[in-house]
């Protein structure tokens, strides 16, 4: 989110929608390579390492990279040569350039990967995340610089933004390059220790290639198919709104609007949920250990753990959001659209409960071996989504508004139909009082205090630009507190659960000096 700030100051909404729509194309392609093998490489090392099969373990690595490598090229390839098509279908052909210059990073993620899969397998979420890190630093750093460059240099061109769009996606290839480069390095580095497992294993059972590749195919196909079904509401809504404007004779702002939708709305629901992503990810190893060992209490815990987590961090994200829209906005784009972009946010900002909640739960779906189950869900809601969405637009002609309510009721779907199978399959019970009505109470008070907090200080000193940031600011750090002791105080966490979090065990012991936590 942080430097697609400055890019979209630099080149606007429509260089922004050029930019979100080259995305939506590539994601489809991408999830081979950062979602379904990085799950599918850790589920199936997290299996054979519970069972003491480190050489098996290792092997699922070495073939999986060289599945990644074939299927990389073939992705990048298709994303490139198909992004003139792309064009056409979206009604605007500059959206070709930055989906040709984003089409080689699928490679280098599709490698990528495979080692993230690895470590994640052996639980461990560190050489990922460090990876990450420096992945998104250097993205960040090039994606503004680059934008800024080939603005200026192509500030004549009849489009300019579309080669703004075209710098940002090139942040996005340098950054997997920097990151691949450190797993690389981190792997090395632990490459003596991972042999000295390979020698101590003294397991004799040995998969032959065509085995793995059929539990290889097994696991992660069904991870692409709901993902890519999850993805393709994307390609599909700018499809649809492409087409929705130009019958109504405003095709020239087709990408001014997409910006707002997929840049400001989607980028500021999906921070908090990209949360649940990684929670999501990193619960289905642990999920599939005890799955796997029929500890069936234990994985009953974890689900429940995984969901309650989420939740007192969605709800919260999305009550703030709601309240904030406008001075979050201001605040973030101060030199583009307002009033539309904040009425987006409002609107929509329910939608951060309900992706967090499908996601993880999909995540528990997948590790407790219902691997299609999700697909079944995100294509049903797929289906209901475009029903939805066409009246939106075509009956009612609500615009942006249609695209948001129509993301809610899709993420809805889900919802439902996930919780109805994760209670089937998993014979999970759902607790309602702390995992979701509490969390909502103490959210519900936290926003009323956030709303006091910002008009008191902007009446106080008047809006400016500066009294903007520091009434954010001041009201998100207010409301932070009070979400906290509304939470303890009603009851919504524990002890152990608020020594969970990060920094909580100071937290705890505070609140017990205060008798506000209990033992």
């Given at each position: 989110?942080?430097?697609?700030?400055?890019?979209?100051?630099?080149?606007?909404?429509?260089?922004?929608?050029?930019?979100?729509?080259?995305?939506?194309?590539?994601?489809?392609?991408?999830?081979?390579?950062?979602?379904?093998?990085?799950?599918?490489?850790?589920?199936?090392?997290?299996?054979?390492?519970?069972?003491?099969?480190?050489?098996?373990?290792?092997?699922?690595?070495?073939r999986?990279?060289?599945?990644?490598?074939?299927?990389?090229?073939?992705?990048?390839?298709?994303?490139?040569?198909?992004?003139?098509?792309?064009?056409?279908?979206?009604?605007?052909?500059?959206?070709?350039?930055?989906v040709?210059?984003?089409?080689p990073?699928?490679?280098?993620?599709?490698?990528?990967?495979?080692?993230?899969?690895?470590?994640?397998?052996?639980?461990?979420?560190?050489?990922?995340?460090?990876?990450?890190?420096?992945?998104?630093?250097?993205?960040?750093?090039?994606?503004?610089?680059?934008?800024?460059?080939?603005?200026r240099?192509?500030?004549?061109?009849?489009?300019?933004?579309?080669?703004?769009?075209?710098?940002?996606?090139?942040?996005?290839?340098?950054?997997?390059?920097?990151?691949?480069?450190?797993?690389?390095?981190?792997?090395?580095?632990?490459?003596?220790?991972?042999h000295?497992?390979?020698?101590?294993?003294?397991?004799?059972?040995?998969?032959?290639?065509?085995?793995?590749?059929?539990?290889?195919?097994?696991?992660?196909?069904?991870?692409?198919?709901?993902?890519?079904?999850?993805?393709a509401?994307?390609?599909?809504?700018?499809?649809?709104?492409?087409?929705?404007?130009?019958?109504?004779?405003?095709?020239?702002?087709?990408?001014?609007?997409?910006?707002?939708?997929?840049?400001k709305?989607?980028?500021?629901?999906?921070?908090?949920?990209?949360?649940?992503?990684?929670?999501?990810t990193?619960?289905?190893?642990?999920?599939?250990?005890?799955?796997?060992?029929?500890?069936?209490?234990?994985?009953?815990?974890?689900?429940?753990?995984?969901?309650?987590?989420n939740?007192?961090?969605?709800?919260?994200c999305?009550?703030?959001m709601?309240?904030?829209?406008?001075?979050?906005?201001?605040?973030?784009?101060?030199?583009?659209?307002?009033?539309?972009?904040?009425?987006?946010?409002?609107?929509?900002?329910?939608a951060?409960?309900?992706?967090?909640?499908?996601?993880?739960?999909?995540?528990?779906?997948?590790g407790?071996?219902?691997?299609?189950?999700?697909?079944?869900?995100?294509?049903?809601?797929?289906?209901?989504?475009?029903?939805?969405?066409?009246?939106?637009?075509?009956?009612?002609?609500?615009?942006?508004?249609?695209?948001?309510?129509?993301?809610?009721?899709?993420?809805?779907?889900?919802?439902i139909?996930?919780?109805?199978?994760?209670?089937?399959?998993?014979?999970?019970?759902?607790?309602?009082?702390?995992?979701?009505?509490?969390?909502?109470?103490?959210?519900?008070?936290?926003?009323?205090?956030?709303?006091?907090?910002?008009?008191?200080?902007?009446?106080?000193?008047?809006?400016?630009?500066?009294?903007?940031?520091?009434?954010?600011?001041?009201?998100?750090?207010?409301?932070?507190?009070?979400?906290?002791?509304?939470?303890?105080?009603?009851?919504?966490?524990?002890?152990?659960?608020?020594?969970?979090?990060?920094?909580?065990?100071?937290?705890?012991?505070?609140?017990?000096?205060?008798?506000?936590?209990?033992?």
């Open positions: 989110m942080l430097y697609k700030i400055p890019m979209t100051n630099m080149i606007g909404d429509k260089g922004m929608g050029y930019y979100s729509s080259a995305y939506e194309l590539y994601n489809i392609a991408l999830l081979i390579s950062s979602y379904s093998i990085p799950v599918g490489v850790s589920k199936l090392v997290s299996a054979r390492l519970s069972k003491d099969e480190a050489k098996n373990a290792h092997n699922v690595f070495r999986s990279f060289f599945i990644a490598f074939v299927v990389g090229i073939i992705a990048s390839l298709f994303v490139f040569f198909f992004s003139t098509v792309w064009g056409k279908i979206t009604g605007d052909m500059e959206v070709a350039r930055p040709k210059v984003l089409a990073t699928i490679f280098v993620f599709a490698i990528m990967g495979v080692f993230r899969g690895y470590f994640q397998g052996m639980r461990t979420m560190v050489p990922t995340a460090v990876s990450q890190l420096v992945e998104q630093v250097i993205n960040a750093f090039v994606s503004v610089f680059a934008s800024y460059l080939l603005m240099e192509h500030n004549a061109a009849a489009t300019p933004e579309s080669w703004g769009a075209a710098g940002g996606t090139l942040g996005s290839l340098s950054g997997a390059i920097a990151g691949f480069v450190i797993l690389i390095i981190i792997y090395m580095m632990n490459r003596k220790a991972i000295k497992r390979l020698h101590e294993d003294r397991s004799r059972k040995s998969e032959d290639f065509m085995s793995f590749l059929g539990v290889f195919c097994i696991t992660v196909i069904p991870v692409i198919l709901s993902q890519t079904v999850y993805q509401s994307g390609i599909v809504d700018n499809t649809i709104y492409a087409r929705f404007m130009d019958k109504i004779g405003e095709s020239s702002k087709t990408y001014f609007n997409w910006g707002i939708y997929s840049n709305y989607r980028q500021l629901t999906n921070l908090p949920v990209a949360i649940a992503t990684a929670l999501g990193s619960i289905v190893p642990e999920l599939s250990a005890v799955h796997a060992a029929k500890n069936y209490q234990s994985e009953k815990d974890k689900i429940a753990a995984g969901i309650k987590f939740m007192i961090i969605a709800i919260p999305a009550i703030g709601c309240v904030l829209a406008k001075p979050i906005i201001q605040l973030l784009y101060p030199g583009t659209e307002i009033e539309l972009s904040s009425k987006a946010l409002m609107l929509g900002s329910m951060i409960v309900f992706f967090a909640y499908s996601t993880i739960t999909n995540g528990i779906l997948q407790i071996d219902r691997m299609f189950v999700p697909v079944h869900n995100a294509f049903v809601s797929l289906v209901l989504h475009v029903i939805i969405l066409l009246l939106l637009l075509n009956v009612f002609d609500l615009g942006v508004s249609g695209l948001v309510i129509g993301n809610i009721t899709y993420a809805l779907t889900v919802c139909m996930n919780a109805y199978y994760v209670r089937k399959h998993a014979h999970y019970r759902q607790e309602f009082l702390t995992t979701f009505l509490v969390p909502l109470g103490s959210a519900c008070g936290m926003g009323i205090v956030t709303y006091l907090v910002y008009s008191g200080v902007i009446n106080i000193l008047g809006f400016r630009t500066i009294t903007n940031i520091i009434a954010v600011l001041l009201s998100v750090m207010i409301s932070v507190v009070v979400y906290l002791l509304l939470m303890v105080f009603l009851g919504g966490v524990n002890e152990s659960e608020l020594k969970a979090f990060p920094g909580g065990r100071k937290v705890a012991v505070l609140f017990k000096r205060i008798r506000l936590l209990k033992n």
